[in-house]
């Protein structure tokens, strides 16, 4: 399998130089350079099988002659082994029609554990072979931090440092990072907010001596392979309500636009997926993007599901890829143009293309809560915000009847567990598997939100390549 640009202009890679590499060279994202297919009769022979056993399925065509089969199947069981359900992904009924696929059992109560306990073991295996030391830099809110400092702690040939805003991430948060102490694992808790820290780490990769020297890596869901892992989640559920005779719609609390792509990239498998329901909260670029044709940038207003809280989603250029009919070319101007303007329209045909899959719904505060309330009142279930809001979307759309509805349940209600007690009047227990998280030794660095103190910082503990 080879991997071409969206915006045209980048060397073509394998899986393996792929997941290394997470943004192509020309500012675009990589993408297989046409969907590998799985039959029906593939597909319905997935019925039954272990959540493991499923990902190699779906997953080996992507991987081509990157990891054989058996390897593929070892990393997948050691990634999925540390998630405490047997099912890795259980599906709830929540009532006649609507299920919740729970995304969160893995080490940080986060869906991004999917995706990251495997890409943590991807860069593992591909960098054995060769001469170089990984620095993974990353700046977080609270949840990719500690989901990428998990799967990336003792990890051979791999630093990691995450940047958090001092005083701005709850403790729990905090406290997930901080309580690592795996001699690879840096935490620099910065003297400003999550836009000063993403500004500092956009400008070290924008320092050309400095990512060269120390290897830059970044692990946010532009890297394909992160994507590639939510797809098995997909076909795993799917299978499980009646694929392929019957088809399933997916509602998908939406940030980056990584998560309900990983599901557009399924039914470009061959899963039939009867809608693909984007949920936004008040942060809707995507809603007037696929109701309008308007993606233009607005503020961001913060909310009680601060993963959604987006000015832009960077994996909605995938899908532009495949609506400007593959036309890196076309799509790198449009993608300069927003760039200026910050807004971009999108043409009816391509609005009637993604429309025949996608709907997308704006849930306001109030609707979140509401859901959040009945799903405790009528299931005894406690959701969290982000999952409140697939919910809540999945039950504003007009679907046939006999179209089972699976909402992503992105997080542990415990990772908000403030919100939720607002919402139902209960508190949350956090998992067995982070007690003792309050009398752990925290190790962090304070540092200014400067460049300067904050390279000094990196270059100290680094592995320089060559
Ligand atoms: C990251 C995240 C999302 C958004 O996923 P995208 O792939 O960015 O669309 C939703 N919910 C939770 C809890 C998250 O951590």
Not at 226 to 237: D, E, G, I, K, P
Not at 254 to 262: K, L, P, Q, W, Y
Not at 410 to 434: C, I, M, N, S
């Amino acid at each position: 399998m080879r991997y071409i640009s969206t915006r045209g202009n980048a060397p073509v890679l394998d899986f393996e130089n792929v997941t290394l590499a997470g943004l192509a060279a020309d500012g675009g994202l990589y993408l297989p350079e046409r969907w590998p297919t799985l039959s029906r009769d593939e597909i319905a022979s997935l019925a039954g099988l272990s959540y493991v056993d499923t990902a190699v399925a779906v997953m080996a065509p992507f991987v081509g002659d990157s990891l054989s089969r058996e390897e593929l199947r070892a990393l997948c069981a050691e990634a999925y082994g540390r998630f405490d359900h047997a099912a890795v992904t259980p599906l709830v009924q929540l009532d006649g029609r609507n299920w919740l696929l729970e995304l969160f059992h893995g080490p940080t109560l986060a869906f991004k554990d999917v995706a990251l306990q495997l890409l943590g073991l991807l860069f593992e295996r591909f960098l054995r072979n060769r001469d170089t030391h990984l620095t993974v830099v990353g700046a977080t809110s609270g949840d990719t931090g500690s989901a990428a400092i998990d799967a990336l702690a003792g990890r051979a040939k791999v630093d990691i440092f995450m940047l958090h805003p001092q005083g701005r991430v709850s403790d729990v948060q905090r406290r997930q990072m901080t309580t690592v102490l795996a001699p690879n694992v840096h935490n620099i808790a910065i003297d400003g907010s999550f836009d000063d820290a993403q500004a500092l780490v956009k400008a070290m990769f924008a320092d050309r001596d400095f990512a060269g020297k120390f290897s830059l890596s970044a692990v946010n869901s532009i890297n394909w392979a992160r994507l590639m892992a939510q797809v098995v989640y997909y076909f795993y559920a799917a299978v499980r309500l009646g694929a392929p005779d019957r088809p399933v719609a997916f509602s998908v609390p939406t940030g980056n636009f990584g998560d309900v792509f990983a599901g557009y990239v399924a039914q470009r498998m061959g899963l039939p997926i009867a809608r693909l329901i984007v949920a936004t909260n008040v942060n809707d670029i995507l809603h007037r993007a696929l109701s309008a044709g308007d993606y233009s940038v607005g503020g961001v207003t913060p909310t009680a599901a601060p993963s959604m809280d987006i000015q832009v989603s960077s994996n909605f250029e995938r899908l532009l890829f495949d609506l400007h009919g593959r036309d890196g070319a076309a799509l790198a101007a449009a993608m300069q143009g927003f760039e200026t303007s910050r807004s971009m329209s999108l043409a009816p045909a391509m609005r009637e293309e993604a429309g025949g899959l996608f709907t997308s719904a704006r849930i306001d505060p109030d609707a979140m809560s509401l859901a959040m309330r009945s799903a405790s009142e009528t299931a005894c279930m406690l959701i969290d915000p982000h999952t409140a809001i697939g919910l809540a979307a999945a039950k504003a759309t007009d679907l046939p009847a006999d179209v089972p509805v699976v909402t992503l349940a992105t997080a542990h209600p415990a990772k908000f567990r403030d919100a939720v007690e607002r919402a139902t009047g209960q508190r949350p227990l956090l998992p067995k598997r982070l007690g003792g998280l309050f009398e752990r030794e925290e190790r962090f660095a304070q540092l200014p939100a400067e460049i300067g103190p904050i390279e000094a910082y990196i270059a100290e503990r680094a592995i320089p390549t060559g």
